[in-house]
């Protein structure tokens, strides 16, 4: 007789009958990102190799052009470079990953999924963001160490700042990816935004209070001050952590719509699954 529970009165069978939700979107997305993490770990680790030897060309480099200047504003540019590993691989996430979904025939799968493609590609996104955390961390790791520089780590306040920060960028992403669904071949674009964030990341150097509003900025601006001044979250101006939280909603939302637009335009042009 069959009551519903394992055989062996182990843990209850699964019901078939029950509908998925959004949890379980997110741990099967989530499991998915391990799984390639574990599996080709040769492009994982060459993802931390190349960061580090660009970090380090940056770094020696610079120090044998400007010398003892570099040095003293080394801090900055770890932090810096850590918060732009970290805007690259949430970007890439959405964008990067539709243009791939594009190129091998697989997008139509996700819009006849019962959550739609946009949930299916945002769950994806925050499983990468996860991830790039992670291995941004460590990219952090060893640049400490062979810049021999000693940051403030609050872990609360850096994730909270971080992941506001780049929750803008995600939003871009999800832009991105839009118009890659509709146009095909934009990669040239799509990879010249990405060193667009190094503008973005060094514009609270410039002091103009109206790039605050702009993706990545409000961010940059506290991650050095939480990182290197050592300010905590609740010691945080209410207005600089209302402004980041607005840059962050404000700009996923945006980014949501225009994928939102242009993947309705594709399908009314029926491109949807042409490459």
Not at 79 to 90: P, Q
Request: hydrophobic fraction near 55%; charged fraction near 15%; aromatic fraction near 12%.
């Amino acid at each position: 007789m069959r009551d519903g529970t394992a055989d062996g009165g182990g843990a209850p069978a699964p019901d078939p009958d029950r509908q998925a939700g959004y949890l379980d979107l997110l741990r099967a997305v989530g499991y998915r990102e391990y799984l390639l993490f574990v599996r080709y770990p040769a492009d994982a680790v060459g993802g931390i190799v190349v960061s580090l030897i660009f970090f380090g060309l940056l770094f020696f480099g610079g120090r044998a052009i400007a010398g003892q200047a570099l040095t003293d504003e080394i801090e900055g540019i770890v932090v810096g470079y850590f918060l732009w590993t970290l805007s690259v691989g949430a970007y890439s996430s959405i964008s990067n990953d539709i243009g791939s979904e594009v190129q091998w025939g697989t997008l139509e799968r996700h819009f006849m999924t019962p959550f739609g493609f946009a949930p299916v590609a945002f769950a994806k996104g925050v499983a990468k963001v996860v991830r790039t955390f992670l291995i941004s961390v460590v990219i952090l790791a060893v640049m400490l160490v062979v810049t021999g520089t000693t940051l403030q780590l609050d872990l609360l306040t850096i994730t909270v700042v971080a992941v506001l920060a780049v929750c803008s960028v995600l939003g871009l992403g999800f832009a991105a990816g839009g118009v890659a669904v509709l146009y095909k071949r934009i990669g040239s674009w799509l990879n010249l935004l990405q060193f667009g964030f190094v503008v973005l990341i060094s514009a609270p150097a410039f002091d103009l209070g109206w790039t605050r509003l702009l993706p990545l900025v409000q961010g940059s601006a506290l991650l050095q001050r939480a990182m290197i001044d050592g300010l905590v979250l609740w010691e945080m101006p209410l207005l600089d952590l209302s402004v980041l939280l607005g840059t962050a909603v404000g700009y996923v939302l945006a980014g949501y719509a225009v994928f939102a637009i242009t993947t309705k335009r594709a399908r009314r042009l029926g491109v949807l699954g042409d490459y």
